[in-house]
């Protein structure tokens, strides 16, 4: 990723927007612009004058609005994030509502989802392990927004705590899935995996 473009001074006196609703309208406006631009082209050579060129925009404006070229990357990789989670919940319509239905339909929308964004949403992962330093929150802002969702897909007398045990089982089953979909030639193991997952959260329910 490219940072040392001289396109980004050390914090040039620029200052985000703050507060006003035209200034929030315009910063979700350009976020949204450089979150496509993420979307269709990864997060390589992601840099503030790349962001600036698919927003329309200059490097000053995005620096007003945010706070540099990692804080505008992570804001990218949330809204990404947030996405899916959304295209994954609204497929979420199937009766009765179990919890092993809920998550069928959920893994049915991320298998499905667009290789490319799978792929932009692995390579920040990636970084997160790559360079913790740097991109520490990449990574670490994943499962607050996953699970959330999952938890919210549990039988509403489960305690809390196993409510939040479970989720974190299948986020992170469903996680590895979703790399071996990315590397292998045909995904037959992650679905022959994804079968056991489904055998699991349904002894799980089983024992309420």
Known sequence: ??????????????RRSAGSPRGEARRRELLD???????????????????????????????????????????????????????????ITVEPATLSARVRAAWHSLRDEESRLRRVLDQAMGLAMYDPGRYAALGRGASQQY?????????SHWPDQRK???????????????????????????????QALLRAVEREEAAS
């Open 33 to 91: 612009k450089v979150t496509d631009d993420v979307a269709e082209n990864g997060l390589v050579d992601f840099s503030l004058r790349r962001a600036a060129r698919a927003a329309g925009t200059t490097h000053k404006v995005l620096l007003y609005h945010f706070d540099g070229t990692e804080d505008l990357l992570r804001q990218a990789v949330v809204t990404l994030r947030d996405r899916r989670i959304g295209n994954a919940l609204a497929a």
């Open 164 to 194: 939040l045990e479970v989720a974190e089982m299948i986020l992170a089953t469903l996680r590895g899935f979703l790399v071996d979909l990315l590397t292998s030639d045909d995904g037959s193991g992650a679905e022959a995996g994804f």
């Open 1 to 14: 990723m490219d940072n040392a473009t001289g396109d980004e001074p050390a914090r040039a006196g620029y």
């Open 147 to 155: 699970l959330p969702a999952l938890v919210s897909f549990c039988p």
